[in-house]
């Protein structure tokens, strides 16, 4: 582990945050190490320039101030290892923090802030978007407020209290989900904006971002994907003279309102409710359709339990929320069988995509063949697949297509090995033997290292 040094800078964002809530305190070590061993889960899910500006003033007031109040803060290194969000350059030392050991963020993550997918509005991803904007727009014209330029920096206490995420809850750790440090967090969900939107009046929104969690690689995982978050409330004069409590005229407005959406996506489709659960609605649905002969999960949505609404000063009230993944509706609506591809710039991809034409079939411009790699290795108690999977992409970045178990087994003497087959695949040109060899060797002696596991 790294020593525990903080800079000026850094010490500033953290008072700054704290400064938004009370946070929880630092994990001690031995819930740190349960947390970075757990495994993978189910997580949940689920422009006004003003707000905006005031939400990225409060992490990042340095990049507000004039360039000479700023002093040290603003080298000529930090300045050209910045993004911009929403009009404010986030440093890499923001995010990427070498001399925290409570930090889980590599410069692979980093270089994906300020990209901003979903406010191109020529690729799939923000061609989607305007598209649900369109839906709200027309049928509940004027009502909906749209987010989709805040800052994906959140607190520990907007991305899982403020939503009543359970304290024990897997999606809390280290292993799911990436640490800027002890208190800080890259959001897991829109839904981490709920509370403070909610708190500045604002009663039906949609917020649209770039989401982040560790996870597996493979065509449709990526570390970094995109989520809309719909809310709306309602208040009791709404209800009262429709014969039903608020729960269920909520609820019936919720399927109603997202049974249309579904029409306007996918024209006239079956459709099916389905209950789950979510820990900040009750109750909860999942809606799935039945397309290309199959059923297609959409969207998770639900009434929004009354504790969310009771903090946030809206005690009589009830409201309903869904959240959807833009990059799951994107590749079925528009054929993309891979995720990766969402990320590239090559000309043949980004070509055959226009603003406002929605389901566009994307058609393939490359079959390069795959090249396979298998590793394996004694494993130890504190190995997890997600640990793996960043190792792998730090090293390879999206030359990687699949890391998958492909076997396992367990010894007389209890040590147990795994063997991993690491599928290299450019979508883009074909890949030399000498450079998937270089690669390979990399990531080897990097997992050995790094993870303290024994190759074999």
């Known amino acids: 582990m790294r020593p525990l040094i903080r ?33 993978s889960s189910t997580r949940p899910i689920f422009s006004s320039s003003r707000p905006n500006r005031i939400l990225l003033a409060r992490f990042f ?47 692979s993550i980093f270089s994906k802030i300020g990209l901003q997918l979903h406010r191109r509005d020529n690729h799939p991803l923000g061609i989607l978007k305007n598209t649900i904007y369109d839906y709200f727009d027309k049928n509940f014209a004027g009502q909906f407020d749209k987010f989709d330029d805040l800052c994906p920096l959140v607190s520990v206490k907007q991305n899982f209290d403020d939503v009543l995420v359970p304290a024990d809850h897997v999606s809390r750790s280290y292993n799911d989900t990436y640490y800027v440090d002890s208190q800080t967090v890259l959001r897991c969900h829109t839904s981490a904006h709920q509370a403070e939107l909610l708190r500045d009046g604002h009663t039906h929104f949609l917020v649209t971002g ?9 065509s449709t995982h990526y570390p970094v994907f995109h989520q809309m ?31 249309g959406l579904a029409r306007h996506l996918f024209g006239a489709v079956e459709m099916r409710w389905v209950d ?72 043949r991809f980004t070509s055959q995509f226009s603003e406002g034409k929605l389901g566009v079939k994307f058609k393939p411009f490359s079959k390069f063949p795959p090249c396979y790699k298998d590793m394996s290795f004694w494993i130890n108690d504190a190995f997890t697949e997600n640990n793996l999977c960043e190792v792998v992409r730090g090293i390879a970045g999206d030359l990687v297509e699949e890391v998958k178990l ?15 087959r690491i599928a290299y ?7 030399t033997d000498e450079e998937i060899n270089s690669l390979q060797l990399n990531v080897r002696e990097t997992v050995k290292n790094k993870l303290n596991v024994e190759l074999r």
């Open 61 to 107: 007031p340095a990049a507000l101030a004039p360039a000479g109040a700023r002093g040290l803060r603003t080298s000529v290194a930090a300045a050209a290892a910045a993004v911009e969000v929403g009009g404010v350059k986030i440093a890499r030392d923001d995010v990427v923090k070498e001399d925290d050991p409570t930090n889980n963020v590599p410069d």
């Open 276 to 347: 789950t659960y979510f820990p900040f609605t009750n109750p909860s649905f999942e809606l799935e359709i039945y397309f290309q002969d199959d059923w297609l999960e959409v969207l998770g949505c639900g009434v929004t339990e009354q504790e969310i609404l009771k903090r946030n000063g809206r005690t009589d009230h009830v409201a309903w929320a869904f959240g959807l993944g833009l990059e799951r509706l994107a590749m079925v609506l528009f054929d993309i069988p891979d995720i990766r591809l969402f990320w590239s710039n090559d000309k």
């Open 229 to 259: 978050e719909g809310f709306r409330v309602f208040s009791p004069d709404d209800w009262s003279g429709s014969g039903m409590d608020g729960t269920a005229y909520a609820a019936a407005d919720l399927k109603k309102t997202l049974e």
């Open 425 to 431: 695949r450019s979508m883009e040109r074909s890949l």
């Open 7 to 39: 800079t000026a800078r850094c010490c500033l964002l953290r008072a700054r945050v704290r400064a938004m809530a009370t946070l929880p305190m630092a994990p001690p070590a031995a819930a740190a190490a349960a947390a970075i061993s757990s495994s």
């Open 406 to 420: 492909i076997d396992n087994f367990t010894n007389k003497k209890g040590m147990t090995s795994h063997c991993y």
């Open 210 to 218: 770039d989401v982040y969690r560790r996870d597996s690689i493979d």
